[in-house]
């Protein structure tokens, strides 16, 4: 079957008609405080307007048909087109002269990464900074509905793992049609948005700057309109408390949220994925909080109170807020946790390869990944003793299908391979060997702070062009499933059959 070029193209307009959009809202923003970029910003906006509809335009007669490879591609280029559109605001004020570096922050956008090569965030325009935040919101919205409506149609990385809770064959789907499902999604998104938004500018934060960190909070994304990130409020504890209910919302499957306010609360106490979620938090806060109380006081300026309960909350605080910051993929930083002990450090490069929960916003392996793995596992050992014997695995008390456990077993595999590759990688370009596995996970998890030279308190500013390009390829393939990206280059996919 030969592809349908035509609707591939119609969508891929339909795209930068939205993405366009968005960038002359950011021209509204900057009119609004008066930055000198407006212009600019209208001229990208419209740019890639133009672009978008041109596309439609002659594509409009096309077959209504899509099918799996089709998808693949409008998926894939659909991010790729988004960021090469994305970077020109950058480009077209001088905020960031080089494509290289406006690709990157781009692309670090709209997969909710967070990595940065900004040295100076606070001299940036408004407008800029609200189209660089927006990258992050956009990227978030997408990868829901693409997690939810479109990942389970492609057969994509263990995502048919939704039974109990996604749309598909299921009694308790949100809604029969995907555009449904999409808006109901669209709309808890938004109106979480809202509500951090609403939370950070009565703590204390202006609008502007609570407005920009609601939205890479839902999006899991971390880019902060301070050079500090979040580190600049640590004398206002109630915004990073904030931030770190609406950093766990974010990293929940955005359905329970939907079941959460349809009243349906038991279906959230009984999902797995969710107990494990919010075990692994509550555990691995608890091991760095006591770390950072004993061992870590010298050396981080945070932590600062001189009476002991206060240097309790505080320890928990930096705990939790970074936990959930790494787990999440979100990446804001409140305290530079590479100087708080050698094992703190190894830790969270750990915490790298967790991800939050499937359906989320979040990045890197899943914790329903994870707790398959875990599952089947422990089965091998029975089924050592037991050869003869039928031990499925079990997720929510339904036995999980042998396609998708080689399914996730797949993806495990492929990601640990991308890892190692990632990180040879980034040692050919001459960066030591902490910095470049630090680099692979991060940009592969889209968690956003790295280690060594790339650690929470710098930027990727430092990077070699072409390791920047090699990031945001890794971002790519990280934020789709790897299995949505690296498919396109198996020489099958393109024969016509």
């Given at each position: ?138 990227g978030g919205m997408g990868i829901i509905v693409l997690a939810i409506a479109i990942l389970p149609l492609l057969g994509i990385g263990g995502m048919q793992l939704f039974a109990a809770e996604a749309p598909g064959p299921s009694a308790d789907k949100l809604h029969p049609r995907i555009t449904d499902t999409a808006k109901r999604l669209w709309l808890i998104y938004f109106g979480y948005t809202a509500a951090e938004t609403l939370l950070l500018n009565l703590a204390g934060m202006s609008f502007f700057d609570a407005i920009n ?21 640590n004398d206002q504890p109630i915004i990073q408390y904030i931030i770190i209910l609406f950093m766990f919302l974010a990293g929940v499957n955005f359905v329970l949220s939907y079941f959460a306010f349809k009243g349906k609360v038991q279906k959230i106490i009984a999902d797995e994925e969710f107990k494990l979620y919010s075990k692994f ?217």
């Amino acid at each position: 079957m030969k592809l349908n070029y035509k609707i591939i193209f119609h969508f891929l307009g339909l795209l930068l008609l939205f993405n366009g959009g968005f960038m002359l809202l950011s021209a509204l923003v900057s009119l609004l405080y008066k930055d000198g970029v407006t212009f600019e910003l209208f001229l990208a906006g419209i740019a890639t307007v133009i672009i978008g509809v041109v596309s439609m335009v002659l594509t409009r007669n096309h077959n209504k048909e899509m099918n799996k490879r089709e998808g693949y591609i409008v998926v894939t280029f659909g991010w790729v087109m988004m960021s090469l559109c994305g970077a020109l605001p950058y480009v077209f004020t001088g905020a960031i002269p080089s494509f290289t570096d406006a690709f990157f922050e781009t692309m670090s956008g709209y997969t909710t990464t967070g990595a940065s090569i900004l040295n100076d965030i606070e001299a940036v325009p408004k407008g800029v900074l609200f189209w660089r935040s927006l990258t992050h919101w956009i990227g978030g919205m997408g990868i829901i509905v693409l997690a939810i409506a479109i990942l389970p149609l492609l057969g994509i990385g263990g995502m048919q793992l939704f039974a109990a809770e996604a749309p598909g064959p299921s009694a308790d789907k949100l809604h029969p049609r995907i555009t449904d499902t999409a808006k109901r999604l669209w709309l808890i998104y938004f109106g979480y948005t809202a509500a951090e938004t609403l939370l950070l500018n009565l703590a204390g934060m202006s609008f502007f700057d609570a407005i920009n960190h609601a939205m890479c909070t839902l999006s899991t994304g971390g880019f902060s309109t301070k050079n500090a990130s979040v580190a600049y409020w640590n004398d206002q504890p109630i915004i990073q408390y904030i931030i770190i209910l609406f950093m766990f919302l974010a990293g929940v499957n955005f359905v329970l949220s939907y079941f959460a306010f349809k009243g349906k609360v038991q279906k959230i106490i009984a999902d797995e994925e969710f107990k494990l979620y919010s075990k692994f938090i509550i555990i691995f806060t608890a091991i760095a909080a006591l770390i950072i109380y004993f061992q870590a006081d010298a050396s981080i300026s945070t932590i600062d109170h001189p009476m002991v309960w206060g240097k309790a909350e505080s320890s928990f605080r930096h705990a939790l807020f970074q936990v959930l910051s790494v787990i999440t993929t979100t990446g804001f930083v409140s305290a530079d946790y590479t100087l708080w002990s050698p094992f703190l450090v190894v830790f969270f490069f750990g915490l790298m390869f967790l991800g939050g929960s499937a359906g989320s916003t979040s990045g890197g392996v899943k914790v329903v990944r994870h707790l398959i793995l875990i599952k089947n596992g422990f089965l091998e050992f029975k089924r050592t003793l037991h050869p003869n014997a039928i031990l499925p695995v079990r997720y929510n008390k339904r036995a999980v299908s042998g396609d998708i456990v080689f399914n996730v077993l797949g993806f495990f595999i492929l990601y640990m391979l991308s890892f190692i590759i990632g990180a040879l990688v980034f040692s050919m370009f001459g960066i030591q060997f902490d910095a470049a596995i630090g680099l692979a996970a991060s940009s592969l998890g889209n968690v956003g702070p790295a280690l060594g030279d790339f650690g929470p308190v710098n930027n990727y500013s430092s990077l070699p062009p072409l390791a920047k390009w090699w990031s945001a390829f890794l971002m790519l393939i990280g934020r789709l499933e790897l299995f949505t990206v690296l498919i396109l280059f198996t020489p099958f996919f393109w024969r016509n059959r």
